[in-house]
């Protein structure tokens, strides 16, 4: 009996220390911890999070992680790649049990910045001398909040517009210029006249519109208004010349092509006059012989050049064991030698303008069309700012499909922006609510 | 075991005498509960805990990232005002009314059917429950391809069938919920299995008895099939009604392939991933849950309490 007691209470004991013991474990047998708790002397390893969906990107990572191995022995990188629909919840997370990983990407998410989330890199450039002056401004933008620098990334990825010159010759139209943006009116007259349909050919393909038309269609210059700017006059009418050029085939439906993902292989293949997309698309279409120019996305008459950038922008997290090593990594994805291996790897365009004219990129494949898209991606400038923006303009989405089923911009427009303006104003009292840490 | 049951002193209800247990039985219930424990730890950890936490953080402004404040009942009083909570009780509400009897008429005609004597009826039977045993996802992907608008295999028979401009299905915002409902029924085999089981059990004496009283296939149905198959009408109408509160993956697979930003298929759960999970507001995301748990218990219990109307069991001793 004694001993079915004791065998019962030895069970109950080993199972409650393995419950302990499973609730109590880190989740990564790295060094990183939790806590800014100094300085590590001896060998380090760094956890760094990252998001991506395609392959050279992750060779990039890969390739640029053994660099920095071979120039900083003493630290090793543990690299973690999530799919990019996860990755925001990953980080909040990990933040939320302060198992943050040394080194991460702030994706878009300002909200970190501002909560104290991530380490104001500033002291380390200046320590290092390390001048950021001919970054990409559209890209540092996403990087900075009150004038403190939080990442840096590696290239200057953008939204730009490509069209076939071949295809404006024989539609007698002139080539577009690099500097000053259609208007959205002439963008739609272009692919009306590019348009064939007995050859198959489109004028034009753009995804939704909100994600490259400026913000400032949207909302008010503060970024506090959607009411009265979503539903004017101009923006309904961006919209509706929009919607109308699709219905009347000058642009496939969204249903027909996923811009995004699609629109750069039908320009490619010769099935479209213009495209609205990423400039990653630059290989693909000189792979194909596409005789092709590079300009700014269309904006409203009279509007100043708008062009999204993005890049893979990484910051040192609070909670890092490590910040020093953490900071050398970062920087050291933001130097000419990773952005010259990014060119290489990926053929991106590097981050800092000096080093794309340096490197050669313009002359690495059809030079007209890269010397335009170097200009193009040197008009970039910071945006109006949105918290949570896609989340807020949601509404869009569905507008823009509705249009194309018939619907006119007008209606569409009054009914979504109460939407987007409830949608604003909770985006804005969360944001207000974000303290930085004292 | 038969002796004891035999030794055993009748009961009487109301005069159950208590028996203090035996160590031996004391010490067999010791260890089962420790074998029980395991599981009891989990259901405390992983179920229990977890529904006071989300309770507890109702009440709280918790979102990841900021210091969390007591905000009393502000999460549940900011629920009317929100738009997307609207759309979503809206989308949810559509999708119950509109799925819910489909697919228990549709089930039920289909498992009539199915319950013929024909040839090669268990063929027929593995066809219709196929698609049942398929991962939403798969479904949800495929069915994105079938009702594309401008190239789907639907619209493009709609098209030769001579309708000139078909649906825009879940390009639409007003055809996205019934384009969800289609969907759904591909996979009714199952539903109708449930309907084929209740179907089978009907005993056969009852049906030669209203035939002898001179009904008719609909008398047949009427006064036999239905009343017989309300029990499992009522299990169909439940797990319905529960299926229909719960709807996630397709709606955020097709949502996905619609540019994963729409409000058309913001169902109450996809709703309320977002906010929690990539918005971060955990504490709202905790009110919107114990608004969806309150509502669907009540309707469940209103629909068990309407069932003694119109549910008739065989052996009701009741009447």
């Known amino acids: ?438 | 075991m038969r002796g004891d049951l035999k030794a055993a002193p009748p009961v009487e209800p109301g005069h159950a005498r208590r028996v203090r247990p035996s160590r031996r039985r004391r010490k067999q219930d010791r260890v089962a509960y420790l074998f029980l424990l395991p599981w009891l730890m989990g259901l405390l950890f992983f179920v229990i805990g977890p529904i006071i936490l989300s309770f507890v953080l109702s009440l709280t402004n918790y979102n990841f990232i900021t210091t969390t404040e007591f905000v009393g009942a502000s999460n549940y009083k900011a629920l009317p005002a929100d738009f997307n909570f609207r759309n979503a009780v809206w989308i949810t509400f559509k999708y119950i009314l509109l799925s819910v009897p489909i697919y228990a008429v549709v089930g039920l005609g289909l498992a009539l059917l199915l319950n013929l004597r024909v040839r090669g009826m268990n063929l027929f039977r593995t066809i219709l429950f196929l698609p049942s045993v398929l991962s939403g996802v798969a479904v949800a992907i495929l069915w994105v391809t079938l009702l594309n608008p401008d190239f789907g295999a639907v619209n493009w028979l709609l098209r030769h069938l001579g309708l000139s401009n078909p649906p825009r299905w879940l390009a639409s915002p007003e055809w996205a919920v019934p384009s969800v409902v289609l969907i759904g029924l591909w996979s009714i085999g199952g539903g109708a299995i449930i309907y084929l089981a209740g179907l089978q059990n009907i005993p056969a004496h009852l049906y030669e008895a209203v035939s002898l009283d001179g009904a008719g296939y609909w008398g047949r149905f009427r006064y036999v099939t239905l009343p017989m198959l309300t029990p499992t009408l009522l299990f169909v109408i439940l797990t319905g009604l529960i299926d229909a509160f719960q709807v996630f993956d397709v709606a955020y697979v097709l949502q996905g392939a619609q540019g994963s930003l729409g409000a058309s298929l913001n169902f109450y759960l996809v709703n309320l991933y977002d906010e929690a999970f990539t918005n971060g507001r955990f504490g709202y995301g905790s009110a919107l849950a114990w608004v969806m748990i309150i509502v669907a218990a009540a309707a469940i219990l209103l629909l068990f309490k309407t069932s003694g109307r119109w549910v008739y069991y065989e052996y009701d001793p009741n009447r």
Not at chain 1, 181 to 199: F, G, I, N, W
Not at chain 1, 227 to 243: K, N
Not at chain 1, 273 to 301: D, F, K, Q, R
């Open chain 1, 1 to 438: 009996m004694k001993r079915m007691k004791r065998s019962s209470g030895g069970a109950l004991m080993a199972i409650l220390a393995l419950v302990i013991a499973a609730c109590t474990s880190s989740p990564s047998g790295s060094s990183s911890g939790s806590g800014n708790s100094g300085q590590s002397t001896g060998p380090v390893t760094l956890t760094v999070w990252y998001y991506n969906e395609s392959g050279p990107d992750v060779n990039f990572m890969h390739a640029i992680i053994a660099a920095f191995e071979k120039k900083y022995p003493n630290t090793t990188i543990d690299l973690t790649v999530y799919p990019e629909n996860n990755y925001i919840t990953k980080i909040n997370t990990a933040f939320a049990v302060k198992s943050a990983p040394d080194v991460a990407n702030v994706y878009d998410q300002m909200e970190w910045l501002k909560a104290g989330k991530f380490l104001a890199l500033d002291s380390y450039l200046q320590q290092n001398n390390i001048d950021v002056s001919s970054f990409n401004q559209g890209v540092m933008s996403q990087c900075t909040l009150d004038s403190n620098v939080y990442c840096l990334g590696s290239y200057a990825g953008a939204v730009v517009m490509f069209y076939n010159r071949s295809m404006f010759r024989e539609a007698g139209i002139q080539d577009l210029s690099a500097t000053t943006p259609l208007s959205v009116s002439e963008y739609v007259q272009d692919a009306a006249r590019l348009t064939d349909k007995a050859k198959d050919v489109w004028g034009t393909a753009f995804g939704t519109p909100v994600t490259w038309l400026p913000f400032t269609t949207v909302v008010s210059s503060d970024g506090k208004t959607a009411t009265g700017v979503v539903d004017s006059p101009q923006t309904i009418l961006l919209y509706q010349q929009l919607a109308d050029a699709t219905r009347q085939g000058s642009a496939p439906t969204p249903s027909t092509m996923d811009a995004w993902n699609q629109g750069i292989d039908f320009f490619a293949q010769g099935k479209l006059g213009m495209v609205i997309g990423t400039l990653g698309g630059v290989n693909e279409i000189e792979h194909n012989h596409i005789s092709y120019g590079v300009a700014p996305t269309p904006v409203p008459a009279g509007s100043q050049p708008y062009i999204a950038t993005f890049s893979n922008t990484f910051g040192v997290t609070s909670e890092s064991a490590h910040p020093q090593q953490a900071e050398e990594f970062v920087a050291f994805l933001g130097s000419p030698e990773a952005q010259l291996l990014r060119e290489k790897m990926v053929g991106d365009i590097p981050i800092s303008g000096d080093v794309a004219q340096q490197s050669g990129w313009a002359s690495a494949g059809e030079a007209a069309g890269r010397q335009e898209a170097l200009q193009v991606v040197g008009l970039a400038h910071p945006s109006v700012y949105i918290p949570t923006v896609w989340d807020v303009v949601g509404p869009l989405f569905d507008g823009f499909n509705e249009m194309v089923g018939g619907q006119t911009a007008q209606s569409v427009l009054t009914k979504a922006a109460p939407q987007i303006q409830s949608n604003l104003d909770r985006a804005w009292t969360d944001w207000n609510q974000i303290q930085a840490p004292s």
